[in-house]
């Protein structure tokens, strides 16, 4: 009984924000306040750039952003404790409780330091490449089929999804910091190591077999406006989409990807 008494008081809570978030939105007056949930990598690049953008039109803006595992991510938006969230779909697609806007279709990579021992060679093969450990965070299902098929075989369950990840992070920014200081390897998309691509710092692993893509961009709840606010965030968000569409076409003819 007390457990229901609960769940119906956070129920009351969640209408009566929605209630205040509707009336905002008909006077057109912005909350001034943004919590964003996103996964490691857009929140690495894509939804701090937007941010700042946000940031330099509306100052007086407050922004929270929630860096978290992606499979985080829904329960935020369900909870109202986020507004929107910039991440993987993978378990929100065909679900009619949220709406999504694709914002990254990128392929992944396999990169690591330019002084790794793998470094500089033409085509990597699997069994060159198993002998390293992958650091990244919990894979989506499309994703850990891939790295069963590269790995030979199926990993353990464990906390990083049904292929287990040798270094688990929840940020792109820690993967990056660990790559560069011992023989482990990642895999990305292009733009979110642009960086240290350019500087010679990290560097491209090829291998034979063609790798899955990111498919990560907006969630939010289905039938729910969003506030003024969040509204100029998703402008931001589609402007810089253009923008790294742009420049992941230009690293790839760089690298010879294209």
Same mark, same amino acid.
């Given at each position: 009984m007390g457990e229901l008494f609960i769940q119906g008081g956070h129920r009351v809570l969640r209408e009566a924000r929605d209630l205040q978030q509707a009336v905002a939105d008909m006077l057109g007056l912005?909350?001034?306040?943004?919590?964003?949930?996103?996964?490691p990598y857009p929140g690495h690049a894509l939804v701090p750039d937007a941010v700042a953008a946000l940031s330099r039109s509306a100052p007086d803006v407050y922004c929270r952003i929630r860096e978290a595992d992606w499979t985080e991510v829904p329960a935020h938006l369900l909870e109202r404790s986020s507004e929107v969230a910039v991440a993987d779909f993978s378990l929100v697609a065909g679900d009619e409780r949220f709406a999504t806007e694709l914002l990254i279709d990128d392929p992944f990579h396999f990169v690591c330091r330019s002084g790794h021992p793998l470094a500089g060679r033409g085509h990597v093969t699997l069994e060159e490449f198993n002998r390293y450990p992958l650091v990244g965070n919990r894979v989506p299902e499309r994703v850990g089929r891939f790295l069963e098929l590269a790995a030979g075989e199926a990993g353990g369950p464990g906390p990083a999804g049904p292929f287990r990840v040798k270094i688990d992070v929840v940020t792109f920014a820690a993967a990056k910091r660990i790559m560069l200081g011992s023989d482990s390897i990642s895999m990305t998309p292009l733009p979110q190591v642009a960086d240290e691509l350019l500087a010679g710092s990290l560097t491209l692993l090829r291998v034979d077999i063609p790798?899955? *893509?990111?498919?990560?961009?907006?969630?939010?709840?289905? $039938?729910?406006?969003?506030?003024?606010?969040?509204? *100029?965030?998703?402008?931001?968000?589609?402007?810089?989409?253009?923008?790294?569409?742009?420049?992941?076409? $230009?690293?790839?003819? *760089?690298? $010879?990807?294209?």
């Open positions: 912005a909350r001034g306040s943004l919590v964003i949930s996103t996964g790798t899955p *893509r990111m498919q990560s961009g907006l969630i939010h709840l289905a $039938g729910r406006s969003l506030s003024p606010t969040a509204c *100029r965030f998703v402008a931001e968000l589609r402007r810089i989409k253009v923008e790294m569409e742009r420049r992941a076409a $230009g690293l790839a003819a *760089r690298f $010879g990807l294209a």
